[in-house]
């Protein structure tokens, strides 16, 4: 005879001391054996359980949760019905005492590529803080707020700059040295020209705290595509001896499909 398992539990006979074991009640046994071991060994085991625990679970192929609930340490998250689409993110959206739910909705259009601050103190023209871009459209902008402050000695120019192809972008310091114990703040917007891929549009708009306004704005040929991978720095063409730039940028992707 087959074996019951895996469509049902096998029922064996009691046996008692005395009893007569036939060859048919070992074979049942073996079938039993043979049909478990087959069904872990080869992944067509079912397991049905109310309460399992696994020290590692490895699937190799599509799972399907049959509750839309799956506890996660001590807290039960609950799980939308159906899939998302192109752009949304899982997001937790409430909190029922210990439960939380989560839903599909648009991911925000503004992502975080890059912060940073720190000072420098070269007196020849140094990259402060360099990182790659990689996958943005031709829709894409990027933004970038920035503060600048030059201590005790004046610092030249300080600029958004292409390192891959060598090229400056635009001036953070309206193309003026950055005088002695000055600050600025401001927020730079890049774009690609449109129908221009290797063609960048850029504008600063700064602020001398507790001075005048620093504006500038460019349009700037590129060896790169904008939708390549190229490197953004924010770096300046040096500082005055005795001197140091202290410097913070934070650079945003604004999505635009």
Request: aromatic content about 6%.
């Amino acid at each position: 005879m087959s074996a019951s398992y895996p469509g049902a539990v096998k029922t064996f006979a009691v046996r008692n001391n005395g009893d007569t074991i036939q060859a048919a009640h070992i074979d049942d046994l073996q079938d039993e054996v043979t049909a478990i071991e087959t069904g872990l060994l080869t992944g067509t085991a079912p397991i049905s359980a109310s309460n399992a625990s696994f020290v590692h679970l490895n699937a190799s192929g599509d799972s399907t949760l049959a509750s839309s609930t799956l506890k996660i340490g001590t807290i039960p998250y609950i799980f939308p019905s159906s899939g998302g689409s192109t752009g949304q993110v899982l997001t937790c959206v409430s909190t029922n005492g210990s439960t939380m739910t989560l839903e599909w909705r648009t991911a925000s259009p503004v992502s975080l590529l890059r912060a940073g601050n720190g000072t420098d103190a070269s007196a020849g023209a140094t990259s402060v803080d360099t990182f790659s871009i990689a996958s943005i459209t031709a829709n894409d902008s990027l933004e970038v707020v920035y503060t600048l402050e030059a201590s005790s000695q004046a610092t030249a120019a300080v600029f958004l700059t292409n390192t891959t192809d060598g090229v400056n972008l635009v001036s953070l310091t309206g193309g003026n040295i950055l005088t002695a114990n000055t600050a600025i703040q401001g927020r730079a917007i890049l774009r690609q020209r449109q129908g221009a891929s290797t063609t960048i549009a850029a504008i600063a708009d700064g602020q001398v705290l507790g001075g005048i306004r620093s504006d500038t704005s460019a349009s700037v040929g590129v060896t790169t595509a904008w939708t390549g991978t190229w490197s953004l720095a924010l770096r300046h063409a040096g500082v005055t001896a005795g001197g140091t730039l202290k410097w913070g940028w934070a650079v945003y992707r604004k999505a635009g499909q």
